[in-house]
C-alpha cells in the first residue's frame, strides 16, 4: 500500500521507511509504526482537570487527569482523553 | 415482492407506531411522558424480534424485545387474543423497575401475527425513596413492586385482583392507574392498525415486506460497516457516587461486517442503585447507535444481527441479582451510551467517507432530581426537573454542538416552561441560563449545558424535599473528539438556609453552599438548590477554531474571556474584537510550548 | 333599480394570486394572477383586473361600487422565511435572557424536522433566532405565579437597556416578555412607556399584549416574531390601502387571520402574528361554508396544488385550532386554525432512493419553472404531474382547455429511463405504483391528523381542492371510506372564496386558574369587563346589536394533567350554577373524545385554566345561487373515451371522459370515468358514480 489513508481525524498512515507508519495529518511527522501505541510517541501534558482548563471543570474532583496529546513536531492536538491516575492510555488502532 | 406495495407498507407500519406514541401521550397526559418523550412504543414479529422502532427513548428498543420473547417463553400457548403482560423485572428483560413494559400481542385469524410494545417511566413504583430512582435502596428488593411478567388484560378484560394488587405497592395508585391506561390504549390503538393492514394487504405480503423490512436493515449496515475501516477503539467512564467510582470501560471492535462491544475490565457492581443489568447494557448501546450508525435504515432485527456484545457478569454493566439498579437509566445505562457513542464517534471520524457523521459525546450525565411535597394547591406533588432532557449537543467536524440541545439517546425530548413548573411546584426560580465554558473546547465547540437555580415560595410546608441521584459531579463525561475537550462537569450546590458565604462562592446563591449528589435534602425555608449541567464534548483542536467564532461566543457569554485566552488563544481587545497579530502570537507560543513537552 | 354592488377578495399565495369578485345579484366571477413577492400589492392589483378583465369591465369601475375588500396575504410568513424583517431586540427578565434561543431544550432543533431529520440528530441544527443574540437584555424585575410582584422593575437599568439596543444594537423594533406577564403586565407596560420616551418610533410588542398566555417560551417567541415582522405588515398594508384608493375604493379594508375571521386593517397591522398561514386558514373556512351549504358538518378538507398537500378538518361544524403552531421553525401561540401540510404536490419531484431502488414522491419540487416534464418548459425530472398524464389522468388536448399541449412522448422517455427501467417494469407499471403511494403518504397523513383528534375518518365527507387534488382524492378518499367526497366548483380558487364567507372576529381571552366548584357569578365576573370591551370594539367598527354575536369558551383540564381542552359554553351566558356544571359535563365528554376512553382522570379534580371570548361582527354572506338539478343522463357531456388508471384492477382500462363545462346539475355517472374542467382533472373510480349538484360541485359517492 502506497497510499497515504485516514487513522483517525487527526492521525494518517503512509509508507515509512520500514513498513507504514502513524503520522501527524496536519505536518506528515511520523510519530511510530502501525502496530505501536502512537500514544506512547505523542508529546503527553497530563494534569489535574481542575487546573487544566478553566472555571467550569473546577468543580471536578481533585484527582481526574485530563491528558493532551499533541504533535512533538507542530503542537497539534491529537487527541484528550479523561483517566483517574495510573489508567492505561485508551488504544485506537485500525488494522491495516 | 414489488417495490410499491412494500414502500408503501414500511411507511404504514412507521406511522402505526406514530400514531400509537400520540395515543399513550395523550391519555398519560403527564409531564414526564408528555415533556420529557420519556416514553417508548415499537412493533415487534410474532417471535417479538424488533420490527419496527419508534423515536422514544432508544434503549429501550431493544430491552422490549426481550421482554416481548420473554413473556413469549412463559406463557406459551396460553397468549391469548386480546391479552396485555406487564413486565418491569430488570434481571428479565426491563431497565429499572418504574420504566414498565406492557406487551400485547397482535392476532389476525387466531393467529398470533406479531407483538406490540411500549413503556412509559410511571409516577412511582413503590421504592423507598419516590418517584422511581431511589438512591437509598440497597437491593432491588427495596425498588418496588417488579414482575418477570404477569397478565393484566385477559382478552379484553382488565385482570382487576391483580391490577389492584400492583397499585396497592405505589404512592399515588391513581397517577400509575392512568400511566397503565396509557400504555393499554396504546397498544390497543397498535394492534387496530396492524390488523387493518393485515386485512388490506394479506397477511402473507405483510409478514414479507417485515422479513425484507430486517433484511434490508441489515444488507444496509453490513454494506455501511465494510465501508468503514476496520479495527479497534476505546473509551471509558467513570461514574461516582459520593467518592466511590466505577469504571465502564469499552472496547469497540469492527471486523468486516461486525460490530463487537467488549466491556470486559469495568468495575464490578456497585452496591449503589447506579448498576445495569445485561438487556439494559445491550439497550443502552444501541441508543445511540441506531440514530449514529442507523440515521437512514430502519432500526430493527437486521441490525441487531450484525452487532454483539460482551459484558462481564458481575460488573457494573452485567450486575446479578439482587443488586440495586433503579438509578440504572442515569447511571451505567447512560455510561454505555457515553462510552458508544465516543467508540463510534472514533470509527466515524477515522473514515473520510463518514467523518462528518462522527459527534463527540452529547449530554452525558442525567440528573434525577425528583421534587415531593404539598404544592400551594394542598396536594402531594412528585415530579422531575425537566431540565435533565434539556442537555447538550456535541460538536462535529463541521459544527458546533446545539446549546442545550437534547441528547442522542432521546432524539425528541424537551424541558418544561418555568412558569409551568412554578404552577405546580411551590418554588421559583432565581435564573435558568446557558453556562459559559460548558461547552466542551475544540476548533468545534460543544453545545453548552445550563445552570438554574430554585428557591422554595409560598410553599404551605415551609418548602419540599427531592431525591437525587445520577453519576454525581466530579467527572466529565461528554468526551471530546479529535482533540477537542470533553463538555464541563455537572454541579449541584445546596445554599443552605442562615449560612454565611464564604469568599468566592455564588454571589447569586442566599448563602453558603455544599455540594449534594444522593439521597434526599430539604428545600426549606430560605434554602436553595443550584444545579449545573454538562455541555456536549468539543471536536478538534481548539487553538483551529476560527477566532471570530471565540469572539463571538465572549459576546454572547458562552465562553469567558479567560478561556479564550488561556485555551482558545485568543487575544480579545476590552471591546471584544479579534487582535489577530496578537492571537496568532499567542497560538504560535502556546503550540510552542506544547511541542517543548517530552514524548511520553 | 338599485346599481350593482361588490364584494372583492384577494388571497396572496405562495405562487398565484387569487381573487372573487361577488356581486349583489348572486354572480361570481375568478381571477388570477401570479404573486409578486416582495411587492405583493402589484400582485393583488393584477389580481383584481383579472377579475375585471373575465367581467369585461374597467378594474376601477369594479372598485368603485365596491363596499368591501377582503384580503388574505402571506406577506408576515415571507417575512420570516426570507428573514426580511425589522432589526429587532428583545427585553426579558433578568437570569432568564436565554429563553428563547435555547427553546425549551432539544425542542427547537427537532421541531419541523421530518422523520428522516429527527433521526439523524448529527445533521440537525436550531433555526437562528429572528434576534441577534446580543440584541438580547436582561433586566432586573420579577412577578410571582400569581401575579404579585417579587422584585421591583429596574427603571434605570430598563432605560439603559433600551438605549443599548436602539443606539449600539441599532434596532427599530423591541419585543418585551416577562415572567408571568400574563397576570400582570404592569412591568412590561412600563418598558413601552420607557421605549416611547427615550426612541420614539420604534416598534414595541408586548408579550403581555400579543400573547397574554402562560409559556414563557412560546410568548417571548410569539413576541418576538410580531416584533420582527410587524412594521413590513403594516408597511405593507398601508400600501395596498393607497394603491386601492388609487384606484378607486373607498370602503372598508377587511384581513384575514390564521384563526380563520378577519380584522379591520388597522388592528390586523399591529398583530401581525395574527396573519400567519391566514390563506389555509380560509381555505378551510370556504369549505365549512360550502358544508353548510350542503348539509355536511364534519368535512376534512384537502387542498393539493403544486408543491405541498394541505389538510384540515371540520368537525361538527367547528374548527380545529392548532396546537403548537410554528412558522418556518419558529414556535408562536395564537389561536390558528390547523392545516397540516407535506411536501407533496403535482410538481413534486420522483426520485429512486439511491440504496434501496425505493421510489420516493417529493419534497422536492420541480416547482413552475421548469416544471413537469410533460409541460415541455425544459424540465428533466419526473413529477407527480407526468405520473397523472402516464396514466391517462390528464390529456394534452383538454389541458388548460388545450391551450396547453402536454409532451407524452417525452415524458414517456424520461421516465422510463429513470424510474421504470431501474425498477425493472413497465412505465403504467411503474406510473401506477407511484401514484399508490401519494395516494397511500396521503392517507397516512389524514389518518394521522385525524387520530390526534380522537376521529375517524369514515365519519367524515371530504373536500377536494387545488389543481391535483380531483385526481387522487377518489383513491385516497376511498381508502380512508369517507362518507363521500365534493370538489368544489370554487374549487381552484378555494383561499379567497373562504375570505367572502369570514366574519369579523375578534379573540379575547384571560388566564386565570379557578376550581370547578366556584359560584357561576365568579367566572360571570371574568367575563363581564371582556364584553364590554367587545362590544365597544365592534360598536366602533359599525356593528349593530343585531349583527354581533359574543361566545364563550374555557379551558378545563384535569389536574396535573397537562392536557387542556377547550370547551365552548353551549348553555345560556352569563351561567348559572346549573349551567356551570353542564359546561364541565360538555368537557369531560370532550376529553375523552379527544383522547380516548379511560384518559378522563376525574379523581384528581377539574379545573378552568383559560376564559375566552370570540366576539363576532356578522358580516352579509355571498347568496350561492342554486340551481335545480335536472335530469341524470351525463350522455351529452361526454366527449370520448381512453385508457385510464382503475385502482380496482390495478392497471389501465378504458374509461368515459367528460367535459365539465357540458355537465348539468343533477347529471350522473359512473367510474373510470375522467371529466375535464378548465383547470384540474378529476377522476372517478370504478365502484364511484359522480353527480353534478347544484352549486355545480362534483359530488363523488362510493357505490357499496
Redesign the interface.
Known amino acids: 500500500m502506497k497510499e497515504v489513508r485516514s487513522w483517525s481525524a487527526t492521525l494518517v498512515s503512509m509508507p515509512g521507511k520500514s513498513g507504514r507508519v502513524i503520522a501527524c495529518r496536519a505536518c506528515s511527522a511520523e510519530l511510530c509504526g502501525t502496530d505501536a501505541s502512537w500514544k506512547e510517541h505523542a508529546v503527553l501534558r497530563e494534569s489535574p482537570l481542575r487546573e487544566a482548563a478553566g472555571a467550569t471543570y473546577r468543580s471536578a474532583g481533585d484527582e481526574v487527569l485530563l491528558r493532551r496529546f499533541y504533535c512533538g513536531s507542530c503542537g497539534a492536538a491529537l487527541d484528550s482523553e479523561i483517566a483517574l491516575p495510573g489508567e492505561p492510555f485508551l488504544l485506537d488502532r485500525l488494522a491495516e | 415482492m414489488d417495490p410499491m406495495t412494500f414502500s408503501i407498507i414500511r411507511h404504514r407500519l412507521f406511522r402505526i407506531v406514530d400514531e400509537a406514541v400520540i395515543t399513550l401521550k395523550h391519555v398519560s397526559g403527564s409531564a414526564i411522558t408528555n415533556e420529557g418523550h420519556d416514553l417508548m412504543v415499537s412493533l415487534y414479529g410474532a417471535d417479538g424480534s424488533l420490527l419496527m422502532g419508534g423515536v422514544g427513548f432508544l434503549h429501550h428498543l431493544t430491552s422490549a424485545a426481550e421482554a416481548c420473547k420473554a413473556v413469549i417463553r412463559k406463557f406459551g400457548d396460553r397468549i391469548g387474543e386480546g391479552d396485555v403482560y406487564l413486565l418491569n423485572d430488570p434481571y428479565t428483560a426491563a431497565l429499572h423497575t418504574s420504566d414498565i413494559y406492557l406487551v400485547a400481542p397482535i392476532h389476525y385469524d387466531g393467529k398470533l401475527v406479531a407483538w406490540s410494545a411500549c413503556f412509559v417511566h410511571v409516577y412511582d413504583i413503590g421504592a423507598m425513596n419516590p418517584g422511581g430512582f431511589s438512591p437509598q435502596s440497597i437491593d432491588i428488593f427495596t425498588e418496588g413492586f417488579s414482575s418477570p411478567g404477569i397478565k393484566i388484560v385477559d382478552k379484553g378484560e382488565m385482570v382487576q385482583d391483580v391490577v389492584d394488587t400492583i397499585l396497592n405497592m405505589v404512592r399515588s395508585p391513581e397517577m400509575v392507574m392512568l400511566d397503565l391506561r396509557s400504555m393499554i390504549a396504546c397498544n390497543n390503538v397498535a394492534r387496530e392498525r396492524m390488523q387493518s393492514l393485515i386485512a388490506k394487504y394479506g397477511p402473507e405480503t405483510v409478514n414479507e415486506a417485515g422479513a425484507e423490512l430486517i433484511r434490508q436493515s441489515e444488507e444496509l449496515l453490513r454494506a455501511r460497516l465494510l465501508e468503514l475501516p476496520d479495527g479497534s477503539w476505546q473509551s471509558r467512564q467513570y461514574l461516582d457516587v459520593q467518592g466511590e467510582t466505577a469504571t465502564v470501560r469499552l472496547t469497540m471492535t469492527k471486523k468486516g461486517d461486525r460490530l463487537i462491544f467488549d466491556f470486559t475490565g469495568s468495575s464490578p457492581q456497585s452496591r449503589h442503585s447506579i448498576n445495569c443489568t445485561y438487556w439494559a447494557a445491550l439497550g443502552g448501546l444501541f441508543a445511540p447507535l441506531f440514530p449514529l450508525l442507523c440515521y437512514d435504515i430502519t432500526w430493527n432485527e437486521g441490525v441487531i444481527r450484525l452487532i454483539e456484545m460482551i459484558a462481564p457478569e458481575g460488573s457494573v454493566v452485567n450486575c446479578t441479582r439482587p443488586a440495586p439498579v433503579s438509578v440504572a437509566t442515569v447511571g451505567a445505562i447512560q455510561s454505555v451510551n457515553n462510552a458508544a457513542c465516543a467508540t463510534i464517534g472514533k470509527m466515524l471520524a477515522a473514515s473520510d467517507k463518514y467523518r462528518e457523521q462522527a459527534t463527540a459525546v452529547w449530554h452525558a450525565n442525567h440528573f434525577a432530581i425528583f421534587k415531593f411535597g404539598r404544592n400551594q394547591k394542598g396536594g402531594q406533588s412528585i415530579g422531575i426537573l425537566t431540565e435533565t432532557f434539556a442537555g447538550a449537543g456535541g460538536a462535529s467536524a463541521f459544527a458546533d454542538g446545539v446549546d442545550i440541545g437534547g441528547e442522542v439517546p432521546n432524539p425528541i425530548s424537551r424541558m418544561a416552561n418555568v412558569e409551568t413548573v412554578e404552577a405546580s411546584f411551590p418554588i421559583r426560580y432565581l435564573f435558568r441560563k446557558r453556562m459559559a465554558d460548558s461547552g466542551g473546547p475544540g476548533r468545534w465547540r460543544g453545545g453548552t449545558g445550563g445552570e438554574l437555580a430554585i428557591v422554595p415560595h409560598k410553599a404551605p410546608d415551609g418548602g419540599l424535599h427531592y431525591v437525587i441521584s445520577g453519576k454525581g459531579d466530579r467527572h466529565p463525561m461528554s468526551d471530546g473528539l479529535a482533540g477537542g475537550l470533553p463538555g464541563g462537569p455537572n454541579a449541584y450546590l445546596w445554599a443552605k438556609s442562615g449560612e454565611a458565604a464564604a469568599a468566592g462562592d455564588d454571589g447569586r446563591l442566599p448563602g453558603g453552599a455544599q455540594a449534594v449528589s444522593w439521597g434526599v435534602f430539604p428545600l426549606m425555608g430560605e434554602d436553595a438548590l443550584y444545579v449545573r449541567w454538562n455541555g456536549g464534548g468539543g471536536y478538534g483542536d481548539p487553538l483551529d477554531r476560527d477566532p471570530e467564532n471565540v469572539a463571538k461566543d465572549v459576546v454572547g457569554a458562552l465562553v469567558s474571556a479567560d478561556a479564550a485566552r488561556d485555551i482558545y488563544g485568543v487575544v480579545l481587545s476590552e471591546q471584544g474584537v479579534v487582535d489577530t497579530a496578537a492571537t496568532d502570537a499567542l497560538r504560535g507560543s502556546m503550540k510552542a510550548e506544547r511541542m517543548a513537552g517530552e514524548a511520553a | 333599480m338599485s346599481e350593482t354592488t361588490y364584494l372583492v377578495a384577494t388571497d396572496v399565495g405562495g405562487t398565484c394570486t387569487d381573487t372573487i369578485v361577488v356581486s349583489s345579484t348572486g354572480e361570481i366571477t375568478i381571477g388570477k394572477a401570479l404573486s409578486t413577492p416582495p411587492d405583493f400589492a402589484t400582485g393583488v392589483l393584477n389580481s383584481i383586473r383579472s377579475a375585471a378583465d373575465a367581467m369585461q369591465l374597467d378594474m376601477s369601475r369594479i372598485l368603485e361600487k365596491t363596499t368591501l375588500f377582503i384580503h388574505g396575504s402571506t406577506v408576515v410568513d415571507n417575512t420570516v422565511f426570507t428573514r426580511e424583517g425589522s432589526r429587532t431586540g428583545l427585553v426579558a427578565t433578568?437570569?432568564?435572557?436565554?429563553?428563547l434561543?435555547?427553546t425549551?431544550?432539544?425542542?427547537g432543533?427537532?421541531s419541523g424536522l421530518t422523520?428522516?431529520g429527527?433521526?439523524?440528530?448529527?445533521?440537525?441544527?436550531?433555526a437562528p433566532a429572528l434576534v441577534d443574540?446580543?440584541a438580547i437584555v436582561g433586566v432586573r424585575e420579577?412577578i410571582?405565579?400569581?401575579g404579585d410582584v417579587?422584585q421591583a422593575l429596574d427603571m434605570a437599568g430598563a432605560r439603559e437597556a433600551i438605549r443599548h439596543l436602539v443606539q449600539d444594537r441599532k434596532v427599530d423594533a423591541i419585543a418585551v416578555s416577562f415572567?408571568?406577564s400574563f397576570y400582570n403586565p404592569s412591568h412590561e407596560q412600563a418598558i413601552r412607556k420607557l421605549v416611547e420616551e427615550v426612541a420614539p418610533g420604534t416598534y414595541v410588542t408586548l408579550s403581555s399584549d400579543i400573547a397574554p398566555v402562560?409559556?414563557?417560551?412560546?410568548r417571548t417567541s410569539t413576541a418576538v416574531i410580531n416584533a420582527y415582522a410587524g412594521r413590513v405588515a403594516g408597511d405593507y398594508l398601508k400600501e395596498l390601502g393607497d394603491l386601492l384608493a388609487r384606484n378607486g375604493y373607498r370602503g372598508q379594508t377587511m384581513v384575514m387571520q390564521g384563526y380563520g375571521g378577519l380584522l379591520p386593517v388597522e388592528e390586523a397591522a399591529v398583530r401581525a402574528v395574527g396573519m400567519i398561514e391566514c390563506g389555509p386558514a380560509a381555505g378551510v373556512i370556504g369549505a365549512k361554508f360550502l358544508g353548510d351549504a350542503m348539509g355536511d358538518l364534519d368535512i376534512i378538507a384537502a387542498d393539493m396544488g403544486g408543491t405541498t398537500f394541505k389538510v384540515g378538518v371540520i368537525q361538527n361544524g367547528e374548527l380545529e385550532y392548532a396546537r403548537e403552531p410554528m412558522v418556518d421553525r419558529f414556535h408562536y401561540v395564537a389561536p390558528k386554525i390547523d392545516v397540516v401540510s407535506i411536501g407533496a404536490g403535482g410538481g413534486s419531484i420522483i426520485q429512486l432512493d439511491p440504496?434501496?431502488?425505493?421510489?420516493t414522491v417529493g419534497p422536492r419540487s420541480a416547482g413552475s419553472r421548469p416544471g413537469p416534464i410533460c409541460y415541455g418548459l425544459g424540465g428533466q425530472e419526473p413529477t407527480l404531474t407526468d405520473v397523472m398524464m402516464l396514466i391517462g389522468y390528464m390529456d394534452s388536448g383538454h389541458f388548460l382547455r388545450g391551450s396547453m399541449p402536454l409532451d407524452s412522448e417525452n415524458t414517456r422517455r424520461i421516465f422510463k429511463q429513470k424510474i421504470a427501467d431501474p425498477?425493472g417494469?413497465s412505465v403504467e407499471d411503474a406510473a401506477?405504483?407511484?401514484y399508490?403511494?401519494a395516494s397511500?403518504?396521503i392517507t397516512?397523513l389524514i389518518?394521522?391528523i385525524t387520530?390526534?383528534r380522537?376521529l375517524d375518518p369514515r365519519d367524515f365527507v371530504l373536500h377536494s381542492f387545488g389543481g391535483t387534488c380531483g385526481m387522487l382524492a377518489s383513491a385516497f378518499g376511498e381508502e380512508l371510506s369517507v362518507r363521500r367526497i365534493v370538489i368544489p366548483y370554487t374549487a381552484s380558487v378555494n383561499c379567497a372564496f373562504g375570505l367572502v364567507t369570514a366574519d369579523v372576529r375578534h379573540e379575547y381571552s384571560v388566564t386565570k386558574?379557578l376550581p370547578v366548584d366556584v359560584p357561576a357569578s365568579e367566572i360571570n365576573a371574568v367575563y363581564a369587563p371582556l364584553m364590554e370591551k367587545a362590544a365597544r370594539q365592534l360598536a366602533s367598527e359599525g356593528f349593530g346589536k343585531d349583527s354581533i354575536s359574543m361566545s364563550w369558551s374555557v379551558d378545563f383540564r384535569?389536574?396535573?394533567?397537562?392536557?387542556e381542552v377547550t370547551t365552548p359554553v353551549r348553555v345560556e351566558t352569563p351561567l348559572t350554577d346549573d349551567g356551570l356544571k353542564a359546561l364541565v359535563a360538555d368537557f369531560e365528554s370532550l376529553y375523552e373524545r379527544?383522547?380516548?376512553?379511560?384518559?378522563a382522570?376525574r379523581?384528581?379534580g377539574i379545573e378552568m385554566t383559560m376564559f375566552r371570548l370570540t366576539a363576532s361582527g356578522l358580516l352579509k354572506r355571498p347568496d350561492l345561487p342554486k340551481l335545480a338539478e335536472g335530469k341524470a343522463d351525463a350522455s351529452a357531456a361526454r366527449i370520448g373515451s381512453r385508457p385510464i388508471f382503475v385502482e380496482r384492477r390495478g392497471a389501465l382500462a378504458e374509461g368515459n371522459i367528460y367535459d365539465f363545462e357540458k355537465l348539468e346539475p343533477g347529471n350522473r355517472l359512473r367510474g373510470p370515468a375522467v371529466i375535464h374542467t378548465p383547470i384540474t382533472t378529476i377522476a372517478v373510480q370504478e365502484g364511484q358514480s359522480a353527480r353534478m349538484d347544484g352549486f355545480r360541485n362534483i359530488v363523488l359517492e362510493m357505490e357499496r
Open positions: 433578568e437570569g432568564f435572557e436565554d429563553t434561543l435555547v425549551r431544550g432539544a425542542y432543533r427537532w422523520e428522516e429527527i433521526k439523524n440528530p448529527v445533521k440537525t441544527s436550531r443574540p446580543a420579577r410571582d405565579c400569581d417579587v415572567l408571568w402562560p409559556g414563557e417560551y412560546e440504496k434501496t431502488k425505493l421510489p425498477l417494469t401506477i405504483g407511484i399508490r403511494i397511500a403518504q397516512d389518518r394521522k387520530v390526534e380522537g386558574t384535569y389536574r396535573r394533567q397537562v392536557h379527544k383522547f380516548g376512553r379511560g384518559s382522570y379523581e384528581a
